[in-house]
Nanobody, 122 residues
Framework: QVQLVESGGGSVQAGGSLRLSCAVS????????MGWFRQAPGKEREGIAV?????DYADSVKGRFTISRDYAKNTLYLEMNSLKPEDTAMYYCAAKISRSGGCNLRADFTYWGRGAQVTVSS
């Protein structure tokens, strides 16, 4: 059973930066694909970044956010720069073991963290 625990959320002013971390544990086979999703109040969950063999980003964060993975530390990161008030949301880490369906923003992820709140004030 893969376990994902997010950290690093918080409050920041517009234009600021935050780095989210996601600690990964409990697996026998390393996830082939990991991603970050977010959900704002009253809105659907949005896939914003994934990493497998390659990375992929939603247009809304492209050029501002960077996803990375440290295999030695079993940790996934999301570096967020030039934050905007519209980035305010609960951010979730996700993982999948199977290669079926590929690694992209529309993939079906099996494992999810509990989320970390990011609030950006204007």
């Amino acid at each position: 059973q893969v376990q994902l625990v997010e950290s690093g959320g918080g409050s920041v002013q517009a234009g600021g930066s935050l780095r989210l971390s996601c600690a990964v544990s409990g697996y026998f086979v390393s996830p082939t694909c990991m991603g970050w999703f977010r959900q704002a109040p009253g809105k659907e969950r949005e896939g914003i970044a994934v990493i497998g063999t390659y990375t992929d980003y939603a247009d809304s964060v492209k050029g501002r956010f960077t996803i990375s993975r440290d295999y030695a530390k079993n940790t996934l990161y999301l570096e967020m720069n030039s934050l905007k008030p519209e980035d305010t949301a609960m951010y979730y880490c996700a993982a999948k073991i199977s290669r079926s369906g590929g690694c992209n923003l529309r993939a079906d992820f099996t494992y999810w963290g509990r989320g970390a709140q990011v609030t950006v004030s204007s």
